[in-house]
């Protein structure tokens, strides 16, 4: 099937969904991460045949516009503590999106810093992380993502690049980053510390998870380089990721299958669903394609039928492994006149999963 064939089969898979009409038991769950709770949020990706969520963990029904290129990762702003959740307000939102139709199946965790630069006082967030962890089971939320980098090399993007019709790419190139000295509030941690700091983690949450009844996704690093201002990034290649897993072996300790992220690494992102998957170790999927030139270091993210990844091919893999959560798209190009909400960028996204789903299926 052609790339072109494709989106025209997306297409017409959007335009014939019917809002409210829920679909079969057993299906890949095409979902979508929501950043606020607005009405007209919710509409649209109902509209969209959307119907599982990476639900936010605050009441908020402000829309601000996601940029194409992320800010730079500066490390912690505050020396406040996080805050553990509560059961009551996250059953609050879960049951709101579900008197609309959706059901809330993952929230992400944020920044711990205190564990991830090892700190002396790490004890007493890795406490308000397991009650967090105790509040999500008990509101009935499967699953739990967090990010293991004592700080993201996201000052290596640019909007460097423009698609078909002058669509907005954003591109990676670690050259940008080469030589910055670390951050006064990061300092520089070895690929050793955080190991070690990683292994504390999993053996001190992850029993925690298993009796709450939740899974733990841990997103590989991205972008996957080795250092970035003297921070060492622990979990960038299929071989840390099957050391990270190893460490605590049990399905909540699980992985967020980043199909770009695999693809970026130069590794086949099919190939590793069914390594990972055919341990039941994925609890989450971020589905997004790029165009590689140097795996880990330069990459352009493009829409899904334009990169290295074989997106009808992990799709069908993720079938074969009979995988059970969230399938979400994570990233859009930047669309000509898009809304506040990226809408343009989502329904040409959602509508080609949807699209690869139904080639999967059949």
Known sequence: MTRRTLFQTAALAAAATTPGKAQPTGRLKIAKGLRDLHEDTITFFRQMGVEHVVMPTRF????????????????????????????????????????????????????????????????????????????????GIPVIEYNFTPLRASEGYDRSETGPGGMGLRDYDSA?????????????????????????????????????????????????????????????????????????DSPANGLTLDTGVTTEMGEDAAAAIRLFGGQDRINHVHFRNVRVETPYYKYTEVPHPDGDCDMLACMQAFQEVGYRYLIIPDHTPEFTDDTLGSQIGWAHAIGYMRALRHGAET
């Open 60 to 139: 908020t029904t402000e829309r601000t516009k996601r940029g194409l290129v992320p800010s730079a990762d500066r490390g912690p702003q505050s020396d406040a503590p996080i805050t553990p959740w509560k059961t009551a307000e996250l059953k609050r939102i879960k049951d709101y999106l579900a008197e609309r139709e959706l059901s809330a199946e993952m929230v992400h965790l944020g920044k711990f810093w205190r564990v991830l630069h090892g700190r002396p006082d790490a004890d007493r967030e890795i406490a308000h992380i397991q009650e967090s962890i105790r509040a999500v089971g008990e509101a």
């Open 176 to 248: 940008r980053t080469d030589g910055l000295p670390p951050l006064d509030n990061v300092g520089e941690h070895t690929a050793e510390q955080m190991w070690e700091r990683l292994e504390d983690f999993l053996k001190a949450v992850i029993p925690v998870a298993e009796e709450a009844g939740v899974r733990m996704a841990m997103h590989p690093n991205d972008p996957p380089i080795p250092l970035f201002r003297g921070a060492a990034q622990p979990v960038r290649t299929i071989d840390d990721q099957k050391r990270f897993l190893a460490i605590v």
